[in-house]
């Protein structure tokens, strides 16, 4: 695991994005009532595999919703893709959640930046009243982010929707002896999702996380590989 966003993502100006921030954290602190399916941070890392085939899966969804097939999804076709997927966003929360996983600003969402987004919206999604009955239609990739949902509440030890330096240590000691390497491993790790610098990690911080650790970047960068 490695690399972490660039200078022009992390100096981005998240101001306008105060209202979606405080809505994924309510959000989350909802699901952590529920607790977590993750018992250390080793069990998050035996994941990655599986999590990396279901995202490289979501590939196929993204060039369906890519209409014009230039490796990107605009506004127009996001509205698309949530008419399809039965997302029953307004026009504001579409806008908004697109700006906030429009990490370079460029007003085109890219594969990893479609990940995370459709992530946020599983989890700001009102849950259907049939249990049974998939949020987004998408129930394999719906699992995946589930078990990422599982991951950040694991992570989140006082259950406030954010993941401090502290609640990471602690994290990666209960998989780990402990000591001066386990430390050095969660303040790297923490640095990685940290990329506003602001010693809190929100959900949305760590899924550009781990879309990194995963190596799965931009659509041009994902079709070299």
């Not at 993204?62 to 605009?74: L, R, T, V, W």
């Not at 989890?123 to 078990?147: D, H, I, M, V, Y």
């Not at 402990?178 to 929100?202: C, H, L, P, Q, Y």
Request: charged residues 30%.
């Amino acid at each position: 695991m490695g690399g972490s966003l660039g200078k022009k993502e992390s100096s981005k100006n998240y101001s306008s994005e105060s209202k979606l921030d405080a809505k994924m954290v309510d959000a989350m602190r909802q699901r952590a009532t529920q607790g977590s399916t993750m018992k250390s941070f080793n069990t998050i890392i035996i994941k990655f595999p599986k999590i990396d085939e279901s995202f490289r899966k979501c590939k196929t969804i993204f060039e369906q919703f890519d209409e014009d097939s230039n490796g990107a999804i605009d506004p127009e076709e996001l509205k698309h893709c949530f008419h399809k997927l039965q997302v029953d966003f307004t026009e504001d929360e579409i806008s908004e959640i697109f700006k906030a996983c429009d990490i370079d600003e460029n007003m085109a969402i890219k594969f990893n930046e479609f990940v995370v987004l459709l992530c946020l919206v599983y989890l700001l999604k009102k849950p259907t009243t049939t249990p049974a009955k998939s949020r987004l239609g998408l129930p394999e990739l719906e699992s995946t982010f589930q078990t990422l949902v599982d991951a950040f509440v694991f992570l989140d030890k006082n259950k406030d929707g954010h993941v401090s330096k502290s609640e990471m240590v602690e994290a990666i000691n209960e998989s780990t002896s402990g000591g001066r390497s386990s430390g050095r491993i969660a303040m790297r790790r923490f640095e990685e999702m940290d990329w506003d610098k602001n010693g809190m990690v929100t959900f949305k911080e760590f899924l550009f996380a781990f879309t990194r650790w995963l190596g799965i970047g931009g659509t041009e960068e994902d079709e070299e590989e």
